[in-house]
């Protein structure tokens, strides 16, 4: 069975331990290789390889930089197929949208950052004929970055690509759950003549491998997306050494869908951002509330055509949802439809375990839900689920919208369907969340910021956000007059 390595100065080897863990197949139920149960021993050898790396790395001219990140890019490219497999096998997800998103994605992810490193400039700021204020941009040291399951190379190089860019040195930390593309990654930066030290991919557990990064004091910043409770986890171990923070956290998206919207495209997108990657996507919209004069209408055809969509295998092209990620995640999924049940949602369709015959047997899978009859302030509607369930809901002001779509502790994600735009804009300027779509969703500008509000996020990525967030700001005053 393949054993996962470790990715250190350079070399592919075991975790010191030499335990390992064991990494399933969320398709079958079964074991398909093992993952190195790393520890803080792992970490610290990571460590000292990017420390001896950094003094080079960062004063590689930025175009040099720019050429090795693009070559990732285009060995990332050049191997999408096998990629994309390795992600669905890994993850659960329909190979087909692994090799039309993931994959893709985690191209122009290192694409992106190796070109707008060439671009990126700083400040100055002149006081008259007194003095010149500039301002140097310079990278930080090791950043690290630890990444989920949900999207697995996609995140990871979201984060890793501009940390590299930006010319700091590497200790990466992927999901255990879904650790397979990041170790292809390895072995195709090994291919393009990464030097030693710079990236560094450590294996294992975020109670072992993650928190000896959050703890470690030569690590001064760390981009984290995941979940919020583990981000207030890192915050915490953090804290001690005043490390610099990104964390993009958990959501609890709400769909605001009046009456004069757009019917069909609302109703194809709505599908998508339900239940897209089996509803276990950040950004998907899990609340959607619907003016009244259009409830009825929308409710029927929303659950016949989700009713519509095949969960099936997802090595198969003709699926729509595959598989969800573990048993654990499955079975939160189940209680969470119990829990809806038992605050007075009535289940419009799904939320049932699908049984296969063949080779999927034992795998988990689960039909996408739409529940109704829900308040907007019950545990159902305020907690992140992650899977593919939904509730919907009728609203008849903008005011009452409003509170509902802001009553969460989270603000990631909001999406507004409406062809009044006075109002998309007004609504737009009051919700509280970091990304607003209107009468679209995830339409991705990699140059926009990117993160969210309270409790899904700290900081912004994308763009020169990251690009800013991966480098120390130096202003350097120079005096003109004698
Ligand atoms: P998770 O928090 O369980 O794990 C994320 C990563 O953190 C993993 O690599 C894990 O090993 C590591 N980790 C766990 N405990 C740690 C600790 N104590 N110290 C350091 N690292 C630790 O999240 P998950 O279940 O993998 O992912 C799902 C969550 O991610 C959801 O809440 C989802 O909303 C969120 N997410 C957010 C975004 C965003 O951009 N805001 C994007 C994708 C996913």
């Not at 990629?83 to 096998?89: G, R």
């Not at 109670?207 to 409770?229: L, Q």
């Not at 295998?313 to 048993?327: Q, T």
């Not at 063949?358 to 545990?379: M, Q, S």
Request: charged share 20%.
């Amino acid at each position: 069975m393949k054993k996962i390595k470790n990715y250190i100065n350079g070399e592919l080897i075991a975790p010191i331990s030499n335990q390992y863990i064991d990494n399933y197949n969320p398709a079958t139920g079964e074991i398909y290789s093992h993952v190195p149960d790393s520890d803080e021993r792992d970490i610290a050898m990571a460590v000292a390889a990017a420390e001896k790396a950094f003094p080079k790395w960062s004063v590689t001219p930025v175009e040099e930089r720019s050429q090795l990140l693009m070559r990732v890019s285009q060995l990332i490219e050049q191997n999408r197929d096998k990629l994309a497999l390795a992600e669905s096998i890994d993850n659960g997800k329909p190979v087909w949208l692994a090799k039309s998103v993931d994959i893709p994605r985690a191209a122009s992810n290192f694409h992106f950052f190796a070109t707008a490193i060439i671009h990126f400039a700083s400040e100055a700021h002149i006081m008259a004929d007194t003095a010149i204020n500039y301002t140097l941009r310079q990278p930080i040291g090791i950043a690290g970055c630890i990444s989920p399951w949900n999207l697995p190379l996609y995140l990871f190089t979201w984060k890793i690509a501009p940390a590299l860019a930006a010319g700091n040195c590497v200790v990466g930390k992927p999901s255990e759950i879904t650790p397979m593309t990041a170790y292809m990654l390895s072995e195709l930066c090994i291919e393009a003549g990464m030097p030693p030290g710079v990236l560094n991919i450590v294996h294992g557990y975020g109670h072992k491998a993650g928190a000896a990064i959050s703890a470690h004091p030569k690590i001064p910043v760390i981009t984290f997306t995941g979940s919020t409770r583990t981000g207030a986890e890192i915050a915490k171990t953090a804290a001690p050494t005043f490390k610099k923070l990104s964390l993009e956290m958990g959501g609890k998206n709400p769909n605001l869908i009046f009456a004069d919207c757009n019917y069909e495209e609302m109703l194809q997108t709505t599908l998508r951002s339900s239940f897209s990657n089996q509803g276990e996507i950040c950004l998907c919209g899990s609340r959607l509330f619907v003016e009244r004069p259009l409830y009825e209408k929308f409710r029927d055809d929303f659950v016949a055509r989700t009713k519509k969509l095949k969960v099936g295998d997802p090595l198969l092209e003709d699926g729509n949802l595959g598989a969800v990620v573990s048993m654990a995640h499955l079975e939160k999924i189940l209680s969470y439809i119990e829990l809806a049940k038992q605050e007075g949602g009535t289940i419009l369709c799904g939320g049932k375990p699908v049984k296969f015959e063949d080779r999927c047997k034992h795998g988990w899978f689960v039909e996408p839900a739409v529940i109704e009859g829900l308040t907007y302030d019950c545990r159902t509607n305020q907690e992140e689920i992650f899977g593919p369930v939904v509730t919907i809901m009728p609203f008849d002001t903008e005011e009452e919208i409003l509170q509902f779509a802001n009553s969460t502790p989270y603000g990631l994600a909001a999406t507004i369907w409406t062809e009044n735009l006075t109002r998309a804009h007004r609504l737009a300027n009051a919700i509280q969340s970091g990304i607003i779509w209107i009468n679209c969703w995830m339409l991705r500008d990699l140059r926009t910021p990117f993160g969210g509000m309270k409790n899904s996020g700290l900081g912004r990525e994308g763009g020169l956000e990251a690009l800013r967030f991966f480098t120390e700001p130096k202003n350097v005053c120079l005096k003109l007059k004698k």
